[in-house]
């Protein structure tokens, strides 16, 4: 037996998954905005932290699986990417520190604006 589900609820269920990425966003950018700037110190450590912890890890994984030079690269660089906004979310719904996050979203993408590029060099 072959089900398939009506145009209009698959149509209805692909326009609120769209919204989600949107959501999301909006909801950092209420978090970032109540930011002070004191705050971004614990973020900025934790960043560099976070980025220099996944590249240690991700080279001798790479270096144990012997990966080729293109999935190691991809490897590293999925490693070294910054921190998701869905972590802000869980933080907030978790009831965890949220407003810490929220700042760790924001520097290690800031922060990742030059470690990606450093990296790629050494990488390609």
Known sequence: MDWTT?????????LIGQMAIPLMLITL?????????AGFIRPLVLSVVKIAVAIGIAVPVGVWFELAA????????????????TSYLLAEKYKA????????VVMSTLIS???????LAFLL
């Open 6 to 14: 009506p145009v209009w609820v698959t149509n209805t269920l692909e």
């Open 70 to 85: 293109i999935p190691f690269a991809v490897l590293v660089l999925q490693l070294s990417t910054p921190v998701a906004v």
């Open 29 to 37: 950018g209420v978090a970032v905005a109540r930011l002070h700037p």
């Open 97 to 104: 520190d949220a407003e810490a996050v929220a700042g760790l």
């Open 113 to 119: 604006v030059l470690t990606l590029p450093v990296t």
